[in-house]
């Protein structure tokens, strides 16, 4: 069975819920549309009170309203029943929740190294065992998401690429890129992660503090 692939209208409008908030050319190189569609698309949401413009330092991009995310969670609610992936959506998901809970530990292991006198001492790497060791945790983290993914990207077309992206963020860590690890505005582990997160909880129309 093929992956289905999602209507371009629906994608322009998931796009920004997903990344955030991001310019035109970032939204359409993410699920490899064409810009000036894209851009047609949004001027249209923009008129229907779906998304908005914005500037932030120094870059101006686009972010879905709450009317938008509603209509995006409808819309993805509506691809799932259409395509019978939504059981196989639920079950990446609960797969996701124990690994999203070990990845922000790892996380915090990359950024945080407790001394003696400063259990929030910040991790200048110098402890070389303590980041391999992050650096291990975070490869066997990305195996296991490409496990529990793998059976959804391959019903619905635009999972597939999250672990894949993951594992190029990985291997430029390991070049010595440490950016790569949790850097922001790069594609970084962390990055393709909380990308993946929201595009569950939006696909499934589950708030983000339901979680907890």
Do not use: K
Request: hydrophobic share 45%.
């Amino acid at each position: 069975m093929l992956a289905a692939v999602s209507a371009v209208d629906d994608l322009v409008l998931h796009a920004p819920r997903v990344l955030g908030f991001a310019p035109t050319d970032r939204i359409a190189a993410h699920y490899g549309l064409d810009p000036g569609d894209v851009e047609d698309h949004l001027l249209a949401y923009g008129a229907r009170g779906w998304v908005g413009t914005a500037a932030f330092d120094g870059t101006s991009g686009w972010f879905v309203t709450a009317e938008g995310r509603a209509e995006d969670e409808r819309r993805m609610a509506a691809e799932l029943d259409r395509v019978g992936a939504r059981d196989v959506a639920t079950a990446a998901y609960a797969d996701f929740l124990p690994l999203n809970a070990r990845f922000g530990r790892v996380c915090t292991d990359w950024q945080v190294r407790p001394t003696r006198t400063d259990p929030l001492a910040a991790n200048d790497h110098t402890d070389r065992r303590w980041d391999e060791r992050v650096l291990r945790a975070l490869g066997t983290l990305g195996r296991e998401l490409t496990a529990a993914t793998a059976a959804l990207a391959g019903r619905l077309q635009r999972f597939d690429g999250y672990a894949a992206r993951y594992t190029s963020a990985l291997a430029r860590v390991d070049g010595g890129q440490w950016q790569f690890v949790a850097g922001v505005g790069v594609e970084s582990c962390h990055t393709v992660w909380m990308q993946l997160h929201e595009d569950l909880l939006a696909t499934l129309g589950i708030p983000r503090g339901a979680e907890d």
